[in-house]
C-alpha cells in the first residue's frame, strides 16, 4: 500500500523568510512518481512539479527548489524568499509509474505568509 | 482554452436526494477521475476511467457512482446512501501515467 505523510498541518513566515515543506512516502514499488501540487483559496489544484524515483538531482524553478532523497523517502519542498502570494495548501502526492496514475496524496500542509 | 470545467461551483441539497455533479474537460485526455476532499485531509478517490465506457472504484466508492459515455465527460452521482456527503469534489484528467494530473475548479456539495 502507498502512503504519503506531511507532518507539519500548518506552517506560518514572515514575508521574505525561506520555508521548507515536508513530504515522507512509503511504497513497495521500486519505480514511481512523486508530485507536489498547490491549493489555492480558490480551491484548484495547482501542479507544481512531477519527479521519477530514477532522478534523484535536485530541481529549483524560481524561488522553488526540491529535495529528493530516495534513502529516506523524502521529497522536501522549499521556498526560498517567501510572498504573500505563497500562501496556499501544498499537498505531496505519490502515484504508480504503470498502471491507473492514481495518486495517493498526503493530508497537505497549509502555509500562511505573514506580510 | 483547453482545461477541465465543473458545474455548479457550490450545490446546496436535502438529505435522501441523489445529486449530480459535472466534469468536463477538453483536453483529449483518456483518463478521468473524481476526488473527495474533506476539511484539513487529503483527497482521497473515488472512481477513475482510463477510458470511455470503462470505470473503476476508488477508495471510497460507497455511496457514489458514476459513468463515461463520452471521452470528455464524466459525471459523478451522490446517492442518498452516501452517508457523509457534504464535501468538497474534484474533477481531474491525465494524458497517461507519465503525466501530471490536471484538476477542475471543484464543486462544494452541502447536504442538510
Known amino acids: 500500500a502507498q502512503k504519503v505523510t506531511q507532518a507539519q498541518t500548518e506552517i506560518s513566515v514572515v514575508e521574505k523568510e525561506d520555508v521548507t515543506l515536508d513530504c515522507v512516502y512509503e511504497t513497495r514499488d521500486t519505480t514511481y512518481y512523486l508530485f507536489w501540487y498547490k491549493q489555492p483559496p480558490s480551491g484548484e489544484l495547482v501542479f507544481l512539479i512531477r519527479?521519477?524515483?530514477?532522478?534523484?538531482q535536485n530541481e529549483i524553478s524560481g524561488r522553488y527548489s526540491w529535495n529528493f532523497q530516495k534513502s529516506t523517502s523524502s521529497f522536501n519542498f522549499t521556498i526560498t524568499a517567501s510572498q504573500v502570494v505563497d500562501s496556499a495548501v501544498y499537498f505531496c502526492?505519490?502515484?504508480?509509474?504503470?498502471?491507473?496514475?492514481?495518486?495517493?496524496f498526503g493530508t497537505g500542509t497549509r502555509l500562511t505568509i505573514i506580510p | 482554452d483547453g482545461g477541465i470545467t465543473q458545474s455548479p461551483k457550490y450545490l446546496f441539497r436535502k438529505e435522501g436526494q441523489n445529486v449530480t455533479l459535472s466534469c468536463e474537460q477538453n483536453?483529449?485526455?483518456?483518463?478521468m477521475y473524481w476526488y473527495r476532499q474533506d476539511p484539513g485531509q487529503g483527497l482521497r478517490l473515488i472512481y477513475y476511467?482510463?477510458?470511455?465506457?470503462?470505470?473503476q472504484k476508488g477508495d471510497i466508492a460507497e455511496g457514489y457512482s458514476v459513468s463515461r459515455e463520452k471521452k470528455e465527460s464524466f459525471p459523478l452521482t451522490v446517492t442518498s446512501a452516501q452517508k457523509n456527503p457534504t464535501a468538497f469534489y474534484l474533477c481531474?484528467?491525465?494524458?497517461?501515467?507519465?503525466?501530471?494530473?490536471?484538476f477542475g475548479p471543484g464543486t462544494r456539495l452541502t447536504v442538510t
Open positions: 483536453l483529449n485526455h483518456d483518463a
Open positions: 476511467s482510463q477510458i470511455v465506457n470503462d470505470f
Open positions: 502526492a505519490l502515484s504508480a509509474w504503470f498502471g491507473n496514475e492514481k495518486l495517493t
Open positions: 519527479r521519477n524515483s530514477f532522478d534523484e
Open positions: 481531474a484528467s491525465t494524458q497517461g501515467s507519465s503525466y501530471e494530473q490536471y
